[in-house]
């Protein structure tokens, strides 16, 4: 039941860049921020990005977001075995509930 | 520091309920949206509620309403899910998580299993 889509697998080499797109609406992308959460194997989900293109205090700079109309994405520059984990982008929709990507799964070759 | 802590899962029948709760620390509880988040076994995140400070304003998803209640306790620093009619579909990993205003989700909890199985 996902509302935004996202592709369900990325991967590259250390060192290589990786983007995860996020396609939303008019109702949800279009018009309320993006978020993105990274969730390592058995562990909660961790805030990586706020506002779509914020990094919170303590999340490496080569995490970076983006935003345009009604899509988003997220930019992991220079790849490292420890950002082998699921990524979920996340937006409130205007008709008052929140709604997750289907999250996609990051792996270093 | 801020913590979270979900309590009040387990294995359930189908049809039966349960209350979950997430015991708030370290931040005014009160000044706080919070929300539940899901994750069914091997799946990805799911959004199921969300309540406003003083509960001035809850909303939760289309397949958790009419069933699911979300609620708090500003006096105790606890968030509720009071569960009911529960199916297969809620088996899942229950999150708590505060919002700071447009800053976003930025303190989960560990999380707590509900398994609804006969």
């Known amino acids: 039941q996902s509302l935004l889509a996202q592709p369900p697998s990325a991967s590259g080499t250390p060192g290589q860049r990786v983007t995860i797109s996020c396609s939303g609406s008019?109702?949800?992308?279009?018009?309320?921020?993006v978020y993105w959460y990274q969730q390592l194997p058995g562990t909660a989900p961790k805030l990586l990005i706020y506002?779509?293109?914020q990094r919170p205090s303590g999340v490496p700079d080569r995490f970076s977001g983006s935003k345009s109309g009604t899509s988003a994405s997220l930019t992991i520059s220079g790849l490292r075995s420890e950002d082998e984990a699921d990524y979920y982008c996340?937006?409130?929709?205007?008709?008052?509930?929140?709604?997750f990507g289907g999250g996609t799964k990051v792996t270093v070759l | 520091q801020v913590q979270l802590v979900e309590s009040g899962g387990g294995v359930v029948q189908p049809g039966r309920s349960l209350r979950l709760s997430c015991v708030a620390s370290?931040?005014?509880?009160?000044?706080?949206?919070i929300h539940w988040v899901r994750q069914a076994p091997g799946k990805g995140l799911e959004w199921v509620a969300v309540i406003y400070p003083d509960g001035s304003g809850k909303y939760s998803a289309d397949s958790v309403k009419g069933r699911f209640t979300i609620s708090r306790d500003d006096s105790k620093n606890t968030l509720f899910l009071h569960m009911n009619s529960l199916r297969a579909e809620d088996t899942a990993m229950y999150y708590c998580?505060?919002?700071?205003?447009?800053?976003?989700?930025?303190?989960w909890g560990q999380g707590t299993l509900v398994t609804v199985s006969s």
């Open positions: 506002r779509n293109d």
């Open positions: 998580a505060r919002e700071y205003g447009d800053y976003g989700k930025d303190y």
């Open positions: 996340e937006a409130w929709d205007d008709s008052l509930k929140g709604v």
């Open positions: 370290g931040f005014t509880f009160s000044n706080y949206v």
């Open positions: 008019s109702s949800n992308i279009g018009s309320n921020y």
